[in-house]
């Protein structure tokens, strides 16, 4: 009786709309797992993989990725040992699970560059796997290689430039990101090979509008904004990203992918050191809890740089900062030397470099951030 009564209680379409009545962090997050619990427990196989894949989702826009790295081979899983299974009610867009299965797919290989601690094995297992399923399914490879490109990107520069014109090579089909989304990467692939003119060629469309990602009028060209942004810092060309600075803070409130404080934070240690303490100040805490590793390296490096600068400019060598005991060097009289707070930093960004680069067997991370410091 019991059973029966719980039985009646499963409505998988009420649990969606529960989870997606509420505000994307924690609390969402902990609703689709309870989801995934309830259909597990229903062995209803449509919402077991709809539910993870929804996982997958908030985990890798709004969380971090290991969530998702850790739920999405148990949707492969599930899957395989139902190939068979019907799309849910809300896989709009999607012509069936597998299509679904491999729009998300990508996410998780765009991740695997970013966290060391999955090995290189893995990681080329789970492109293979995609390829295979791919090919599969009807796709060709061109959003296997746009993604390989990705990877290899910082860690082999032949295999990355293999991968990048074997993607242009190919034509566009169902799995591949928006024409935007594929125009700025090529922009970034221009900037990045040292040849502005043939980027700026590429951007035009995007600069002026006529392309777009989706609906949204100012995504893609506020990501182009980024691209120019760290093409000028790296550089050392700082009057010059400080431009894409000041249009990338004013979207800050309204979308957290352009929140990039640690470049805003390098770029105004050399343009306005009085906004770059204060945005040190407001987001330390933010960078500390970081779970992405390569999030991680990139904001140790660009605070070891901030705190460099600092250490140039600064009349004293000590400095006052309200940090709370979270802090690794905390100090209650919140004094701090500026030395130990940059070679704080710097050997967190050099630990997260030798990481990866034991993962990836190069030296290119710490060739990276030895150049950055030489500055």
Same mark, same amino acid.
């Given at each position: 009786?019991?059973?029966?009564?719980?039985?009646?209680?499963?409505?998988?379409?009420?649990?969606?709309? !529960? %989870?997606?009545? &509420?505000?994307?962090?924690?609390?969402?997050?902990?609703?689709?797992?309870? #989801?995934? /619990? +309830?259909?597990? @427990?229903?062995?209803?196989?449509?919402?077991?993989?709809?539910?993870?894949?929804?996982?997958?989702?908030?985990?890798?826009?709004?969380?971090?990725?290991?969530?998702?790295?850790?739920?999405?081979?148990?949707?492969?899983?599930?899957?395989?040992?139902?190939?068979?299974?019907?799309?849910?009610?809300?896989?709009?867009?999607?012509?069936?699970?597998?299509?679904?299965?491999?729009?998300?797919?990508?996410?998780?290989?765009?991740?695997?560059?970013?966290?060391?601690?999955?090995?290189?094995?893995?990681?080329?297992?789970?492109?293979?796997?995609?390829?295979?399923?791919?090919?599969?399914?009807?796709?060709?490879?061109? !959003? %296997?290689?746009? &993604?390989?490109?990705?990877?290899?990107?910082?860690?082999?520069?032949?295999? #990355?430039? /293999? +991968?990048?014109? @074997?993607?242009?090579?190919?034509?566009?089909?169902?799995?591949?990101?928006?024409?935007?989304?594929?125009?700025?990467?090529?922009?970034?692939?221009?900037?990045?090979?040292?040849?502005?003119?043939?980027?700026?060629?590429?951007?035009?469309?995007?600069?002026?509008?006529?392309?777009?990602?989706?609906?949204?009028?100012?995504?893609?060209?506020?990501?182009?904004?980024?691209?120019?942004?760290?093409?000028?810092?790296?550089?050392?060309?700082?009057?010059?990203?400080?431009?894409?600075?000041?249009?990338?803070?004013?979207?800050?409130?309204?979308?957290?992918?352009?929140?990039?404080?640690?470049?805003?934070?390098?770029?105004?240690?050399?343009?306005?050191?009085?906004?770059?303490?204060?945005?040190?100040?407001?987001?330390?805490?933010?960078?500390?809890?970081?779970?992405?590793?390569?999030?991680?390296?990139?904001?140790?490096?660009?605070?070891?740089?901030?705190?460099?600068?600092?250490?140039?400019?600064?009349?004293?060598?000590?400095?006052?900062?309200?940090?709370?005991?979270?802090?690794?060097?905390?100090?209650?009289?919140?004094?701090?030397?500026?030395?130990?707070?940059?070679?704080?930093?710097?050997?967190?960004?050099?630990?997260?470099?030798?990481?990866?680069?034991?993962?990836?067997?190069?030296?290119?991370?710490?060739?990276?951030?030895?150049?950055?410091?030489?500055?």
């Amino acid at each position: 009786m019991i059973e029966e009564k719980l039985e009646a209680f499963y409505d998988p379409e009420a649990l969606q709309q !529960a %989870y997606d009545d &509420l505000a994307h962090g924690r609390a969402r997050m902990e609703a689709v797992r309870s #989801a995934i /619990e +309830a259909a597990d @427990a229903h062995e209803d196989t449509p919402f077991r993989i709809f539910f993870r894949l929804e996982l997958c989702l908030e985990s890798c826009f709004y969380g971090d990725s290991m969530d998702m790295l850790v739920v999405f081979p148990e949707v492969l899983a599930i899957a395989d040992r139902y190939p068979d299974t019907p799309s849910t009610c809300f896989d709009a867009g999607y012509t069936d699970e597998m299509d679904h299965i491999l729009w998300v797919y990508k996410w998780v290989l765009d991740a695997c560059g970013s966290y060391y601690q999955i090995p290189m094995a893995d990681c080329l297992k789970f492109f293979e796997d995609f390829k295979r399923r791919s090919q599969a399914y009807g796709y060709n490879l061109r !959003a %296997y290689y746009y &993604l390989l490109y990705f990877f290899y990107k910082r860690i082999d520069s032949e295999k #990355a430039e /293999e +991968a990048y014109y @074997a993607f242009e090579s190919l034509p566009r089909d169902g799995n591949c990101d928006c024409k935007a989304c594929e125009r700025n990467s090529e922009v970034n692939f221009w900037l990045n090979k040292g040849q502005p003119e043939r980027a700026r060629e590429l951007a035009e469309d995007i600069e002026h509008f006529t392309l777009r990602c989706g609906h949204d009028r100012q995504a893609a060209w506020l990501r182009l904004k980024t691209h120019y942004m760290e093409y000028h810092l790296l550089r050392r060309e700082f009057e010059e990203a400080e431009q894409y600075c000041r249009i990338l803070e004013r979207q800050t409130m309204q979308d957290t992918e352009f929140q990039c404080w640690d470049s805003f934070l390098y770029c105004y240690a050399y343009r306005n050191m009085g906004k770059a303490l204060r945005i040190y100040k407001a987001h330390w805490k933010d960078w500390l809890e970081e779970r992405d590793p390569s999030e991680i390296f990139s904001n140790s490096k660009n605070i070891a740089l901030f705190f460099k600068k600092l250490l140039e400019e600064r009349k004293t060598n000590t400095i006052k900062l309200s940090l709370d005991s979270a802090f690794p060097l905390y100090r209650e009289d919140g004094q701090y030397k500026i030395a130990e707070l940059y070679q704080y930093y710097d050997s967190r960004a050099k630990e997260t470099a030798q990481r990866f680069d034991q993962r990836n067997g190069t030296d290119f991370y710490q060739r990276e951030l030895a150049a950055a410091l030489e500055q």
